[in-house]
């Protein structure tokens, strides 16, 4: 017979008879929502040409809270087991110490809501606990499935925006990398190229692997061409973090054709990941492509001028004289120091969640007390407010405990993962897998936003969560009902 308490109905009190399986297919609904919810919000900002990128934050709230719902129900069900307890705790331990962070801040509206066109205040971090939470709950293979799908379908939505931004310079922010060079680079959906190459990473990487270890020919064919088609537009993020990406999902695809026994005609993955991004390198070439007629890196101009200064108007303009802007390597070994010294200076608390920027400023302008922050950074030449290395910035805005508790949520989770796999080698575990160790990676060299962290910290939750034996299960389910 149904639970019920207070003498209520069954229907109300359907999360107190939900079974495991119905929180998984619910569950999953909630995660894919917390994929798509902020690129469609973007989407207003992007067609009406406008930087009100409040909207994308807003729709991190949507998902957010449906999210922390989810983990809360998760948490009382008792669906999380014992053996993910660590990097669950560590991640509350995250959350918990950004308050301490966001007291010991320089501005609390910017510590808890997060710095106007960014959004990854603390609230932000607590929304990325539900998605983890949540996804470690999951224990249905056929709700991973559904999850790494709407990683790669998240990929197609944010590719078929950025050939838009390629070929027409119309829907994005970036089609000038300064005002001489039109190179028109995609941001998608993501509001930046960067967070763009993160985000096509990991899409890139799920369409290769369920190319090599689907079973179906349809999915099959629609994955290779999905792949395709983030391989090509990655190169146009004209990132490092593009290149990292592309090479690290062109090695997950060839590993897996070995480890999970693929046909090895399957190692074609290879192919048509490099074939595209070549061709992308040609049409630039070409000088098909804005006003440019030659292939390089912009991460510099991208991340610093464009971005940063001219997008969000969180961070001064670069000084040339201190820093060579289309030195990829010089740009970020700068922003490293720098950030380096700021860590030693605010070695616990860090300086308040997003306000990396703050402990830089040097210059009012004469700008009155009551003039908003936005108004004063961008005078300040020479400031910044992302360095694009998360384990650096984690420590430099909430201090060394947050990157302690940052670690202690990725490594055991990479550990449990990987004994997930071992257990049950299957192309699920195989690729969620791979997805985690790829955003660990990736963030050496980049940095979390609204528009990656949702789909990192979903797959990273259902990497490591404990799959049921479905077979298992309905057998017991039958001979229950046969009793």
């Known amino acids: 017979m149904a639970k019920t308490i207070f003498h209520t109905t069954e229907k109300s009190n359907f999360i107190l008879n939900m079974t495991e399986e119905q929180y998984s297919s619910l569950a999953v609904k909630g995660l894919i929502t917390a994929l798509f919810a902020v690129p469609l919000f973007t989407l207003i900002p992007e067609i009406a040409n406008k930087t009100i990128y409040v909207l994308s934050a807003a729709g991190l709230a949507v998902a957010g809270v449906i999210n922390l719902i989810l983990a809360l129900i998760a948490i009382v069900k008792k669906y999380i087991d014992k053996r993910v307890m660590l990097p669950v705790c560590a991640m509350g331990a995250l959350v918990a110490w950004g308050v301490v962070s966001l007291v010991n801040g320089y501005d609390f509206h ?237 070695p616990l608390t860090g300086t308040g969640p997003e306000q990396l920027v703050f402990p830089q400023l040097y210059t009012a302008q004469g700008f009155g007390e009551d003039v908003e922050i936005s108004y004063i950074i961008p005078f300040n030449t020479g400031t910044f407010d992302k360095v694009y290395n998360e384990y650096l910035y984690t420590a430099a805005t909430r201090g060394i405990p947050s990157l302690i508790a940052l670690v202690l949520v990725l490594l055991p989770s990479l550990v449990i993962s990987v004994k997930s796999f071992r257990r049950r080698s299957t192309a699920e575990a195989f690729t969620l897998t791979a997805l985690l160790i790829g955003g660990m990676l990736l963030f050496f060299i980049g940095c979390s936003s609204i528009s990656f962290a949702p789909v990192f910290w979903a797959a990273a939750g259902a990497s490591c969560a404990g799959i049921k034996d479905e077979k298992k299960d309905g057998t017991a389910k039958k001979a229950a009902k046969k009793k």
Not at 169 to 193: C, F, H, T
Not at 308 to 328: C, H, L, P, Q, W
Request: some cysteine; overall charge positive.
């Open 110 to 346: 910017t510590a808890l809501y997060g710095y106007s066109d960014r959004g990854e205040g603390l609230l932000a971090i607590l929304f990325y606990f539900g998605f983890f939470t949540t996804a470690v709950a999951v224990k249905r293979e056929k709700a991973r499935s559904s999850l790494i799908n709407g990683i790669i379908g998240l990929g197609l939505l944010n590719s078929i925006v950025s050939l838009v931004q390629i070929f027409t310079g119309k829907l994005g922010q970036y089609d000038l990398a300064d005002l001489d060079i039109e190179e028109r680079a995609a941001s998608g959906l993501s509001m930046s190229p960067l967070f763009m190459a993160m985000v096509l990473t990991l899409s890139l990487t799920a369409a290769l692997i369920a190319f090599v270890t689907s079973e179906s020919k349809k999915r099959r064919i629609i994955c290779i061409f999905s792949a395709a088609l983030f391989s090509f537009i990655i190169m146009f993020t004209y990132s490092l973090i593009g290149i990292c990406g592309l090479v690290f999902s062109v090695i997950a695809a060839a590993v897996a054709v070995f480890v999970m026994k693929a046909p090895k005609l399957r190692l074609v993955s290879v192919l048509a990941a490099a074939v595209p991004a070549a061709l992308a390198v040609i049409i630039v070439n070409a000088g098909l492509i804005g006003n440019i007629s030659s292939y390089r890196l912009y991460d510099g101009r991208i991340l610093w001028w464009a971005d940063a200064y001219m997008r969000a108007s969180a961070s001064g303009s670069f000084n040339e004289k201190v820093v060579d802007i289309d030195d990829t390597l010089e740009v970020y070994s700068y922003l490293n120091d720098k950030t380096m010294n700021i860590i030693h200076k605010y």
